[in-house]
C-alpha cells in the first residue's frame, strides 16, 4: 500500500496569542450549550491517551446535579517517552487555564486543580505566577473561579484519572472502578472534569478558532492537530505538532535515523511496531482509515538496529512492576511473572514455548485488571514478542 | 513542642486538617527533614485527627516520600527506556565513583543520597537526572563531573 499521508506540521499550541482574556470574556458571555456543541463538532478528542470526546465530558458534566463541582487539569505526564505537557505549561500556560475556566463556568464549578507531577515541582513557581494573574483578571470581571496547583510525589499510576483523584484526597493512588465515571463521581464524589494539558491546550485553540479549522486539520476519526514527543534514535528528538492520520512510514522517513527498525507508539503502555509494518499503520484514533490505527498520547520512540528488543521489554516491565499500584492480582502478580518470564526463557531456564505462556498470561491481564496500567501491559507484551520472537530467545 | 510537631503544626496551618490535606503535608515536611520519620507520621496523624496507619499507608505510595533518611541532596537518576540507551549506567558510575558510595546509599557525611528513579519526562535530551528539584539534562561523565563538584563546593568539600 502506498501512504497517502505526508507528515502535516501545525503551529497552533505554541504559538503565542496575547488575547486570553478577550477568548475568556467573549466565552464567558456564550450560552453554555453553544460551546459545547461548538466543541462536539470540533471531535476534539482527550490527548491524554484514552481519546474521549471532550465536548461530551463536558455536556454530561454540566448535566450531573450537584451543590459542588471541579475542573481538573491532569499533568501528571508520567508515560515514558512523554514530555508534551510541561512545555506547554511552560510557554503557553494562559491557554490550559483560560480552557479551565470556560469549563468551570459550563459546568458550574468553583474550583480548578492542575495535578502537577513531583517530577516537575521547578514549574511550579513560574506556574504559580501565571495563576495569580489569571486570578486577577477573574476577579476584575468578576468571575468566580480560583485554580490551585496539587503536587505529584512520584506515582505513575496517579495519571490514571480515579487514581489521581484518591492521591488528591490524601490517600494512596489506587484507581477505583469504573462506573460510576468522574462526570458523575469524581474528586470528593462529586461531578469533576478532568483533561490532559493539550487537551485543554486545544480547547483555547478551539475557541479562539473555531472549530471547523481544527476539524479540517486530521482525518475521519482523528480530526485536529497533536503533540508529539519524539525520543530515541532519531537525529532530531523534541516536541512537534503534527496533524493526526499520518502513516509510520512518513513519520519514520522524516525523524529516524536511516536504520530505524522498530518505533514504539505510544509510550511502555503503547505498541511497538516493526519496520514492516511502517506502511500499515496510521497514528490517530481507532476506528479510521485502513491498517492499523494507533491511538497515542504523543510517545514516539524510535529504536535502530543496535538496539536489543529484550532490553527494551524488560527495561518496561520494570517499570510497570514498580508502577503498579498493587491493589489487583492480575496485574501485581503479572507484572512481576512476565519479567521474571522472560529473563528465564532468555538464561534458557525454560522452553522458548513458555513465551506462548507468557502471551496468555498478558491476554489474561487484559480482561482482567482493574485498571489501565494492567490492561495495557500486554500491548508492548504481544507486540514486541510476536514481533521479535528470536530476540526474546537467542 | 519539638520542631517537628512546630514544623507539622505549621504546615497543617497553611493546609489544612483534613484527609485531603495529608499529601501536601507530608511533602512539606520530606522538604524540611529529607525523609519521614515514624514520629512525624504519628504526629501527622495526631494533628489532622485520623488513624496513624492512614497516615502511614498514603506515605508509604509514593516514592518521593522516603522513609528512610535522605541525603541533604538526593540525586535520581532516570533509568527508563531512552536514558538507559543514551548512557545512564555511565553517568550512575561516574556518581557512584565520585561520592564512594553505592546506589541507594547516603553518603557518611549525610550530604548526598543516590537514587534510580523512572522516566523523568527528558527522553529527548536524554540522559537525564533531578538533584533534588533541580534538572539536569543531556549528561556525560564529564558534565556530571562538574555538577557534582559544583555541589560539593556548595558544602565546603573538597
Ligand atoms: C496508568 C495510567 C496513567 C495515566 N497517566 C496520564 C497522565 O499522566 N496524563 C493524562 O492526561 N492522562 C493520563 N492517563 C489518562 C487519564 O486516566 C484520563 O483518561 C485523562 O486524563 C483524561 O483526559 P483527556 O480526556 O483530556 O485525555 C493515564 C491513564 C492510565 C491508565
Ligand atoms: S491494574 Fe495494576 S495499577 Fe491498575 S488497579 Fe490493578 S494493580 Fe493497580
Not at chain 1, 465530558?57 to 471541579?70: G, P, R
Not at chain 1, 492537530?225 to 519524539?230: A, D, M, P, R
Not at chain 1, 507468557?358 to 482482567?368: D, G, S, V, Y
Request: glycine share 8%; proline share 4%.
Amino acid at each position: 500500500m502506498e501512504s497517502i499521508h505526508q507528515l502535516k506540521r501545525a503551529d497552533f499550541i505554541f504559538r503565542n496569542e496575547n488575547d486570553w482574556e478577550k477568548i475568556l470574556g467573549n466565552a464567558l458571555k456564550r450560552k453554555n450549550q453553544d460551546i459545547i456543541k461548538e466543541l462536539i463538532s470540533s471531535e476534539l478528542k482527550g490527548r491524554g491517551g484514552a481519546g474521549f470526546p471532550t465536548g461530551l465530558k463536558w455536556k454530561f458534566a454540566s448535566e450531573a446535579e450537584a451543590d459542588e463541582k471541579f475542573i481538573i487539569c491532569n499533568a501528571d505526564e508520567g508515560e515514558p517517552g512523554t514530555f508534551k505537557d510541561r512545555e506547554i505549561l511552560t510557554k503557553v500556560p494562559y491557554k490550559v487555564l483560560t480552557a479551565m475556566a470556560v469549563c468551570a463556568n459550563i459546568i458550574g464549578a468553583k474550583k480548578g486543580f492542575i495535578y502537577l507531577r513531583g517530577e516537575y515541582k521547578f514549574l511550579k513557581e513560574e506556574l504559580n505566577k501565571a495563576i495569580d494573574e489569571f486570578h486577577y483578571y477573574c476577579n476584575e470581571i468578576n468571575f468566580d473561579f480560583t485554580i490551585k496547583i496539587f503536587m505529584g510525589s512520584g506515582a505513575y499510576v496517579c495519571g490514571e484519572e480515579t487514581a489521581l483523584f484518591e492521591s488528591m484526597e490524601g490517600k494512596r493512588g489506587e484507581p477505583r472502578n469504573k462506573p460510576p465515571f468522574p462526570t458523575i463521581k469524581g474528586y470528593m464524589g462529586k461531578p469533576t472534569v478532568i483533561n490532559n494539558v493539550e487537551t485543554l491546550a486545544h480547547v483555547f485553540t478551539i475557541l479562539k478558532y473555531g472549530a471547523k479549522k481544527f476539524y479540517d486539520l486530521g482525518v475521519q476519526y482523528s480530526r485536529g492537530t497533536k503533540l508529539f514527543s519524539v525520543s530515541g534514535d532519531t537525529p532530531k528528538p523534541g516536541i512537534y505538532e503534527l496533524e493526526l492520520g499520518m502513516s509510520l512510514q512518513d513519520f519514520v522517513y522524516e525523524f529516524g535515523d536511516g536504520d530505524t527498525k522498530a518505533v514504539q507508539v505510544g509510550g511502555a503502555s503503547g505498541f511497538l511496531v516493526p519496520r514492516k509494518n511502517f506502511k500499515d499503520a496510521a497514528i490517530g484514533f481507532k476506528g479510521k482509515l485502513t491498517g492499523i490505527s494507533l491511538p497515542t498520547g504523543g510517545s514516539m520512540m524510535l529504536f535502530n538496529s543496535s538496539r536489543s528488543m529484550f532490553n527494551v521489554l524488560d527495561n518496561y516491565l520494570k517499570f510497570f512492576r514498580e508502577e503498579s499500584c498493587g491493589q489487583c492480582t492480575p496485574c501485581r502478580v503479572g507484572c512481576q511473572q512476565l519479567q521474571m518470564g522472560i529473563k528465564a526463557v532468555k538464561r534458557g531456564e525454560k522452553p522458548s514455548s513458555y513465551l506462548t505462556k507468557l502471551l496468555r498470561l498478558a491476554e489474561t491481564m487484559q480482561l482482567a485488571a482493574k485498571c489501565g496500567l494492567g490492561q495495557s501491559v500486554a500491548n508492548s507484551f504481544s507486540s514486541i514478542v510476536d514481533n521479535f520472537h528470536e530476540e526474546m530467545i537467542y | 513542642m519539638n520542631p517537628i510537631q512546630t514544623l507539622i503544626k505549621e504546615l497543617a496551618d497553611v493546609h489544612g486538617r483534613r484527609r485531603e490535606s495529608i499529601l501536601p503535608i507530608l511533602q512539606g515536611v520530606v522538604e524540611q527533614e529529607k525523609y519521614l520519620s515514624e514520629d512525624s507520621m504519628v504526629e501527622i496523624a495526631r494533628e489532622i485527627d485520623i488513624p496513624a496507619s492512614d497516615v502511614y499507608g498514603t506515605a508509604t505510595f509514593y516514592s518521593f516520600l522516603e522513609a528512610k533518611k535522605m541525603g541533604k541532596y538526593v540525586i535520581r537518576v532516570c533509568k527508563t527506556i531512552t536514558c538507559s540507551m543514551k548512557g545512564k549506567n555511565q553517568v550512575l558510575l561516574t556518581i557512584q565513583e565520585m561520592l564512594k558510595i553505592k546506589l541507594g546509599d547516603t553518603t557518611p557525611d549525610k550530604r548526598f543520597t543516590i537514587l534510580e528513579t523512572n522516566c523523568l519526562g527528558w527522553c529527548h535530551k536524554a540522559p537525564a537526572m533531578l538533584i533534588n528539584d533541580e534538572v539536569y539534562t543531556e549528561l556525560t561523565p564529564e558534565k556530571v563531573r562538574e555538577i557534582l563538584s559544583s555541589y560539593m563546593k556548595k558544602n565546603g568539600q573538597i
